[in-house]
């Protein structure tokens, strides 16, 4: 029986240091949930509390109304899919799969039933008679997912399960995981530091930064509307610059380093000559005539798309921003540019976000509303 999972307040201490101070989500039976951040920010360590490999210094965690803080991982009846396969080289596919139904003493027929049910889902019908070692990584990994699956788990966990294979596999596996967990609509928490995959995989994300939540929501709003800085750059690429409002008249501008000014009516808590961080996406700018000025660095042709490297004047990007780009849509597109040609660019702003000058907070009022 899937449950929904309740962390509550939860610390992680190793020896002395804490890796997680306090931290709470609440994730939904049956959900695809993301913990996405970069290394070492305290996914594995969060996962490994829910599996029950590590304890918990402080909080709760339950299954549904039960505190499972102290109920030993075996009992916890939990499936596991790791990066490293962890099936067994003697066993074949189809007594790997049956291994944790044994083990539940299931009759003869369950069994079969079970895995032939399993072996259909994950696609791998045909390989159930051979050993390991005789199947690609990525057939590996599906039985890995077959044989976490088919004993029913409670929860299933996954951390950074496609790290070893190759981009078009990982790309394959994704759907075929996504595809699973529809079909068998168990509650699963999955760990990766590719925000790809975690856009394209789960129904929501939590975006983790030194073991704190920085922001849980689904992927559209994640990307959309970040709460901070760190986010807006970790999810997707972000054009910041620096910026400023001006009140005026009753109406609220953001001000650029250059002058161009744009009229927000969606911001909240702002004071005039406050310093704010503008952040736009790469697709949210259109070359109008006018807007804020730029040459062109380079340019690389993607099919559908022309993306551009631009150079601004001083003071306008920045600090330590990976470079600014314009994502150009040659479905709409009067002119594509050449290196060294001065552009125009005026940012959609409907789209763009606004943050405080400490990249803590985004000041756009509407910024839960996909919650
Ligand atoms: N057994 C341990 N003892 C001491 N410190 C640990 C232990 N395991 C993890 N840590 C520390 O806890 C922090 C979080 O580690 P964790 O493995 O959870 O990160 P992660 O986000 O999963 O990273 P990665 O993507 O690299 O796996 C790191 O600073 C790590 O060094």
Request: hydrophobic residues 40%; proline residues 3%; contains cysteine.
């Amino acid at each position: 029986m899937s449950v929904a999972i309740h962390i509550d307040h939860v610390i992680k201490r190793y020896d002395q240091v804490t890796i997680i101070p306090n931290l709470s989500a609440h994730i939904k039976n049956g959900e695809f949930f993301t913990l996405l951040g970069p290394s070492g920010c305290g996914k594995t360590t969060l996962l490994r509390m829910i599996a029950g490999f590590n304890s918990i210094e402080g909080g709760e965690i339950k299954f549904d109304d039960l505190v499972i803080n102290e109920i030993p991982t075996h009992k916890r009846n939990i499936g596991m899919v790791f990066q490293s396969y962890a099936i067994f080289p003697h066993l074949t596919v189809r007594e790997n799969i049956e291994y944790g139904l044994k083990l539940r003493r299931f009759n003869k027929a369950e069994i079969k039933t079970k895995v032939d049910a399993i072996l259909k889902a994950v696609k791998i019908e045909e390989y159930q008679d051979r050993l390991p070692e005789r199947l690609s990584g990525g057939q590996q990994q599906r039985v890995a997912l077959a044989r976490a699956i088919v004993i029913h788990p409670n929860v299933l966990l996954m951390d950074e399960p496609l790290s070893n294979l190759d981009a078009k596999l990982r790309v394959e596996m994704r759907s075929a995981i996504r595809e699973v967990q529809n079909q068998v609509g168990i509650t699963t928490v999955y760990v990766t530091h590719d925000q790809e995959e975690a856009l394209a995989i789960s129904d929501r994300i939590a975006v983790m930064q030194t073991g704190v939540i920085e922001q849980i929501g689904k992927p559209q709003s994640i990307y959309t509307r970040p709460y901070n800085v760190f986010v807006s750059t970790f999810i997707g690429h972000s054009n910041l610059f620096a910026g400023k409002v001006k009140v005026e008249d009753h109406k609220t501008f953001v001000l650029f380093q250059d002058g161009y000014q744009l009229e927000m009516d969606n911001l909240s808590a702002v004071a005039d000559g406050q310093e704010v961080i503008i952040s736009v996406r790469p697709e949210e700018f259109s070359v109008q005539e006018d807007g804020i000025q730029c040459t062109i660095h380079n340019r690389v042709f993607l099919g559908k798309y022309v993306n551009y490297t631009l150079a601004f004047a001083p003071g306008m990007v920045m600090e330590n921003q990976s470079a600014t780009e314009f994502s150009q849509d040659l479905g709409h597109a009067e002119k594509v540019f050449e290196i060294g040609e001065t552009m125009i660019l005026r940012p959609n702003k409907a789209k763009i976000n606004i943050f405080t000058a400490d990249q803590r907070m985004n000041l756009i009022r509407d910024v839960k509303q996909y919650e």
